[in-house]
């Protein structure tokens, strides 16, 4: 009965399973986000956002949107965000005015 959806029980202790949509987003400025830089492969260098707790698909958006802005490429590799070469100032710049604290390491 794992893959099952329950529509009612009878039981008086049940207690529905929650589901990743049913979680509470936590907002921008209750998150801490960390921006480090790292060499890839063949030395090159990559800005690393690490500490993001929001869904996939907000991830995802705000990847393409700091890609954007950056003019250059990049990844979401989990809960990070790999962002081509040294964008600590811009992207620091670009997180602080959504809200978010943002401390960098390094670099």
């Known amino acids: 009965m794992r893959n ?3 529509v009612y029980s009878t039981d008086d202790g049940f207690e529905h399973e929650s589901s990743p949509n049913d979680l509470v987003p936590i907002l921008p400025d209750q998150q801490r986000i960390n921006l480090h ?7 090159k260098i ?3 956002i690490k500490g993001l707790q929001e869904s996939k698909d907000s991830i995802n ?7 954007r802005a ?11 965000i790999l962002i ?7 992207i620091q710049s670009l997180l602080i005015g959504k809200g978010y604290n943002v401390r960098s ?3």
């Open 105 to 107: 390491i390094g670099g």
């Open 46 to 48: 990559v800005t690393v």
């Open 70 to 80: 950056c003019a250059v490429g990049g990844t979401v590799k989990g809960s990070n």
């Open 37 to 43: 830089l790292d060499r890839k492969g063949g030395g």
């Open 4 to 6: 099952s959806r329950i």
């Open 84 to 90: 081509q070469g040294n964008q600590m100032t811009m």
């Open 61 to 67: 958006s705000l990847a393409r949107e700091l890609k």
